[in-house]
């Protein structure tokens, strides 16, 4: 190497020494670039000693949840197409392929719930959840992740529950509790597969008890449900209603709701009644339930006042079916049911819960209330094929022939005509006069009196033309209470309390 190149290197090694330094004491002060790796995470608690009925409570949801877990199991549904949900989807097919052809679709899929309650493999569900299962379309998937395929025992629409079964041996069935024993406001924890999360607990509480939210447009259904805000979504349809006990209380079964998902209300059959009905079903296949055979609602304040009761209290009889097991017994429509075999009654799902528990053939005891007077009946139940009676008992009463009359009763909001015969015998009455029009929210309006009712009886006095109405209401002063007994269009018959 020559001694200009030594030269030359050994200045560029001084440079790069010398910017180098520059660049150190431009820095200086300043952090380090390089993170520490090591962070010490705080793991003390903020609360130290936690208050030992919140930590019990906390403790409580954890074994339920341990516990009562392998007893809920996953319940999906196959469903064959109907045939008719596709035939005006074919019409548009058959000018190419022919009057025979079929548009092919897929299986309908759903899901739901189920509790086990025998080791052998017998689960408790709801009547919606199968009730259009195709055959061998049912699987069921128990919380170890095993799948059976289940057979449907029995169904049950009137209370919306169905027993299934799986042939499996040893499995962990649920404790049963007693759900005449729930009050409003304890815990409860509602176990399901809601929304295709399986295995999931969701807390709350009840919130009422004996709820009638309506679920089925048939009159025979039992609606007395316990509502709970504990969250419950479609799929929950089936699972399990828990106290802090581990009991399965209820069988968790509908929402109320607008959007179709949880707004707050989830309502389950208390477990008494799914009880009795599964240990029907699984004895017979059906259930056979006793009828009165009477068309019921609740009392309210006005009608309490019509029928002369210081308070609404019991449940009053519209109507009462001919022939029926009421009927026989001497039950009138008017008369109001306080209890029965000794247990007071105030609501119509009360009602139709005790007697639903019963077979036809068996007797139980009514206290009614009737003109002021408390009597005892004894009722021999019917079944409900012997219910199927017309409800009309006036067809016997001789016709008159009169000239039409119309009146309005701007006191209750009405006005009515009297009858034609042709009318007459559409509804199936002798006498009568017909609500022809109904001013919007009036006091008739409001109580549920509607244009094209037939009024035939008000206060138990026969009403036959306008005049006989006119005399009987104005006897009547300035907040009294009547009582209206009508024909509907379907032949139905309502008792109506409207106040002056």
Known sequence: ????????????????????????????????????????????????????SVKSLNDSFVEISKLVMPSVVYIDVTADVKKDDNQNKNRGFEFFFGPDFQFEQPPMHGSGSGVIISKNGYIITNN?????????GIKVVLNDKREF?????GTDPNTDIAVIKIEADNLVPASVGNSDNVQVGQWVLAIGNPLGLNNTITAGIVSALGRNINISNDSYSIN???????????????????????????????IKTTTGYYQGYGFAVPMNLA?????????????ERGYIGVAIKDMDNKEAKGFGLDKPKGVLVQNVIKGGAGDEAGIKPGDIIFSVDGK?????????????????????????????????????????????????????RS????????????NIGITVTELDSKTKS???????????????????????????????????????????????LSGKSKGDVVVFKVVLQNKEIRLVAVEL
């Open 344 to 396: 007071e009654v105030n609501a119509a799902n009360e009602l139709q819960t005790i007697i639903g528990s019963h077979r036809p053939g068996d007797q139980v005891k009514l206290v009614i209330y009737r003109d002021g007077n408390t009597m005892e009946k004894t009722v021999k139940l019917k079944p409900r094929s012997e219910d199927n009676i017309s409800m009309n008992d006036y067809s016997d």
């Open 275 to 287: 009880k009795s009905v599964a240990e029907e079903l699984i004895k017979s296949g059906k259930v």
């Open 426 to 472: 559409d509804f199936g009455i002798s006498e009568g006069i017909m609500i022809s029009n109904v001013k919007n929210f009036s006091e008739a309006f409001n109580r549920g009196l509607r244009a094209g009712m037939v009024i035939i009886e008000v206060n138990k006095e026969k009403i036959d033309n306008v005049e006989k109405l006119n005399s009987v």
């Open 1 to 52: 190497m020559s001694k200009k190149s030594l030269i030359a290197g050994l200045l560029l090694i001084v440079a790069a020494v010398a910017f180098g330094g520059i660049l150190i004491a431009s820095f200086s002060g300043k952090t380090n670039l390089i993170a520490n790796p090591q962070v010490e995470f705080k793991t003390t608690p903020p609360i130290e000693s936690v208050n030992p």
């Open 399 to 410: 016709e008159k022939s009169e000239e039409l009359k119309t009146k309005s009763f701007d």
């Open 149 to 153: 395929s289940a057979k449907v025992i």
């Open 224 to 254: 007395n449900f316990i509502q709970t805000d504990a969250v419950i979504n479609p799929g929950n349809s089936g699972g399990a209603l828990v106290d802090i006990n581990g009991f399965v209380i209820g069988i968790n079964t509908a």
């Open 128 to 136: 919606h959840v199968v009730k259009d299962a195709s055959e061998k």
